[in-house]
C-alpha cells in the first residue's frame, strides 16, 4: 500500500553494535506474541482474533505506527534499544538493515515457505536467507474515470504511448483535464517505463548500474524523455510537481482529472471518498506497444531473531500467511494476495492488473536498487520536480543520478 519510497535515516550505529538484542529470553512459553503493526488497529483486529480463536491460550499484544517513515524510525529505536517485538514488519525501506543486522529469523526452512510466491521470497531474501513473508502485492498504473472518458468517445486501453498521448489530447480539447500524477515521488507512468528497459535488460538493469556495467543515463535517458511528452506537449501541468498523492486523489475524486498515475492502494480511499465513479486501472504503454505495471512486493512479516517467545512468533507468522489468516486480512484491506493456497475477490476495477500483480510482473526501481535505495529515492525525486518545472531536462536527470551513485561510494 506504499505510495512512495520515503528516504529514512539508516540504522544508527548504536543498533548495528546491538544486533540480536531482545526484550527477553527465547521461547519462555509465554504464548504471547508482541507485534509491531504498520496497518491500523481496526484492520488488525479480526486477524488477531480468528488467530486466537484457532489457537486457544494464545494472545497477540499489538502496538501501531502508520507507514512509513513513522514505522520504519520506531522500529528502529525499538531494535537500538533491544526492546523490539517478536514480531515485525520488513519493508523495501529497511530491509538492508534489518537482513544485514541479523534482526530477523531465517525464514527459508519453515515448512510453509512454499505458500509465499517467489517474487515476495526473492524480495526479501539475502544470501539464500528469506527473512520476510509477504502476503501481498500492489501495481500501479492509469487509473481512469470511465465517465469523463467516454466523453471523448474511449473505447479500449491505449496500446502504445502515442495512443495514450492521443487521448490526453482528445480530453484537454474537449475542456477535461486529462492526467496528473503527484511530484513527491517517483511517478507511476515513470515507474513502469523503466520496468519495461529492465525487462529488455533480463531484468539486470539496476545489477548492471551499481557494478558499473552501465548507467542511469544510458538506461533512464530513453524512458525519461518518453515521460516528458506530458509537459513538453502541455498535456500535463507543471503544476504537479508541488501536488502529494492525496491531492492527486481528491481531484481525481471529485472528477477534476480524468486520469492519474496511482497504485491499487489508493482504490479504496477513492471509492469510499466517490462511490459513484466508474473506474478501471490501465497498464502503462511504451514507445513499441509493450505494455507494463508498476508495482512492488507489500511488506512481510519478520520475526526477531531473538523474540521472547520464539515459538510463539513462528506460529503467529504461520498463520498470517495460511489461507484463513490471508483471507481475513484480505477482507479487510482488499489487497492483491499472492499466496499460493488463496485467490482473492477483488474489485472489478483491479481485473487488468491482477494476473501481473500475481505473477511479479512489476517494477519499481526503488526496490531493485541493491543499497542507498533512500538517498537514491530523495534524488530522483528531487531533480524530477525540477524537471517537471522545466529547469533540468530529462538527460539531466540520468546524469544527476549517476552522480548521485557515485557519491555513495
Known amino acids: 500500500?506504499?505510495?512512495?519510497?520515503?528516504?529514512?535515516?539508516?540504522?544508527?550505529?548504536?543498533?548495528?553494535?546491538?544486533?540480536?538484542?531482545?526484550?527477553?529470553?527465547?521461547?519462555?512459553?509465554?504464548?504471547?506474541?508482541?507485534?509491531?503493526?504498520?496497518?491500523?488497529?481496526?484492520?488488525?483486529?479480526?486477524?488477531?482474533?480468528?488467530?486466537?480463536?484457532?489457537?486457544?491460550?494464545?494472545?497477540?499484544?499489538?502496538?501501531?505506527?502508520?507507514?512509513?517513515?513513522?514505522?520504519?524510525?520506531?522500529?528502529?529505536?525499538?531494535?537500538?534499544?533491544?526492546?523490539?517485538?517478536?514480531?515485525?514488519?520488513?519493508?523495501?525501506?529497511?530491509?538492508?538493515?534489518?537482513?544485514?543486522?541479523?534482526?530477523?529469523?531465517?525464514?527459508?526452512?519453515?515448512?510453509?515457505?512454499?505458500?509465499?510466491?517467489?517474487?515476495?521470497?526473492?524480495?526479501?531474501?539475502?544470501?539464500?536467507?528469506?527473512?520476510?513473508?509477504?502476503?501481498?502485492?500492489?501495481?500501479?498504473?492509469?487509473?481512469?474515470?470511465?465517465?469523463?472518458?467516454?466523453?471523448?468517445?474511449?473505447?479500449?486501453?491505449?496500446?502504445?504511448?502515442?495512443?495514450?498521448?492521443?487521448?490526453?489530447?482528445?480530453?484537454?480539447?474537449?475542456?477535461?483535464?486529462?492526467?496528473?500524477?503527484?511530484?513527491?515521488?517517483?511517478?507511476?507512468?515513470?515507474?513502469?517505463?523503466?520496468?519495461?528497459?529492465?525487462?529488455?535488460?533480463?531484468?539486470?538493469?539496476?545489477?548492471?548500474?551499481?557494478?558499473?556495467?552501465?548507467?542511469?543515463?544510458?538506461?533512464?535517458?530513453?524512458?525519461?524523455?518518453?515521460?516528458?511528452?506530458?509537459?513538453?506537449?502541455?498535456?500535463?501541468?507543471?503544476t504537479v510537481a508541488g501536488l502529494t498523492g492525496d491531492q492527486v486523489a481528491q481531484q481525481f475524486e471529485q472528477g477534476q482529472v480524468a486520469m492519474i498515475g496511482t497504485g491499487s492502494w489508493a482504490l479504496g480511499g477513492i471509492q469510499a471518498a466517490a462511490p459513484n465513479l466508474k473506474l478501471e486501472y490501465l497498464a502503462i504503454p511504451g514507445a513499441d506497444g509493450k505494455s507494463f505495471w508498476a508495482g512492488a512486493v507489500s511488506p512481510g512479516y519478520a520475526i526477531n531473531a531473538k523474540a521472547k517467545d520464539s515459538a510463539a512468533a513462528e506460529k503467529f507468522v504461520q498463520f498470517l500467511q495460511s489461507k484463513k489468516g490471508v483471507e481475513v486480512y484480505q477482507k479487510q484491506t482488499q489487497s492483491i494476495t499472492t499466496t499460493a493456497d488463496f485467490t482473492p475477490t477483488l474489485d472489478p476495477s483491479l481485473t487488468s492488473m491482477v494476473k501481473a500483480v500475481r505473477a511479479g510482473d512489476f517494477y519499481l526501481p526503488q526496490v531493485s536498487w541493491p543499497d542507498h535505495s533512500d538517498v537514491m529515492n530523495s534524488e530522483a525525486v528531487a531533480l524530477l520536480q525540477q524537471a517537471i518545472t522545466g529547469k533540468i531536462t530529462p538527460e539531466q536527470v540520468a546524469t544527476g543520478m549517476d552522480q548521485k551513485l557515485q557519491s555513495t561510494k
Open 1 to 238: 500500500m506504499k505510495r512512495t519510497i520515503v528516504a529514512v535515516a539508516a540504522v544508527a550505529t548504536a543498533a548495528a553494535a546491538l544486533t540480536g538484542c531482545s526484550s527477553g529470553s527465547s521461547g519462555d512459553g509465554s504464548k504471547t506474541v508482541t507485534f509491531l503493526s504498520w496497518d491500523n488497529e481496526q484492520t488488525m483486529k479480526p486477524v488477531f482474533a480468528e488467530f486466537e480463536k484457532e489457537n486457544p491460550g494464545y494472545t497477540v499484544k499489538a502496538s501501531y505506527a502508520p507507514p512509513v517513515p513513522q514505522y520504519i524510525q520506531k522500529l528502529q529505536t525499538q531494535l537500538g534499544s533491544g526492546t523490539a517485538p517478536d514480531v515485525f514488519i520488513i519493508t523495501a525501506e529497511n530491509k538492508t538493515q534489518i537482513m544485514n543486522g541479523g534482526f530477523a529469523k531465517d525464514l527459508s526452512g519453515e515448512s510453509w515457505i512454499s505458500n509465499i510466491a517467489q517474487k515476495a521470497k526473492d524480495t526479501y531474501t539475502k544470501d539464500g536467507k528469506v527473512y520476510g513473508a509477504a502476503t501481498a502485492s500492489w501495481g500501479g498504473g492509469i487509473l481512469v474515470n470511465k465517465d469523463l472518458l467516454a466523453k471523448v468517445g474511449y473505447s479500449e486501453a491505449p496500446k502504445t504511448w502515442d495512443d495514450f498521448l492521443a487521448l490526453c489530447k482528445k480530453l484537454k480539447d474537449a475542456g477535461i483535464t486529462p492526467f496528473y500524477e503527484a511530484g513527491d515521488g517517483i511517478p507511476v507512468s515513470l515507474d513502469a517505463l523503466l520496468g519495461l528497459q529492465n525487462e529488455s535488460m533480463g531484468g539486470k538493469m539496476d545489477a548492471d548500474i551499481w557494478s558499473g556495467k552501465t548507467t542511469f543515463e544510458k538506461t533512464w535517458t530513453p524512458a525519461l524523455k518518453t515521460w516528458y511528452q506530458l509537459f513538453d506537449t502541455g498535456l500535463q501541468a507543471r
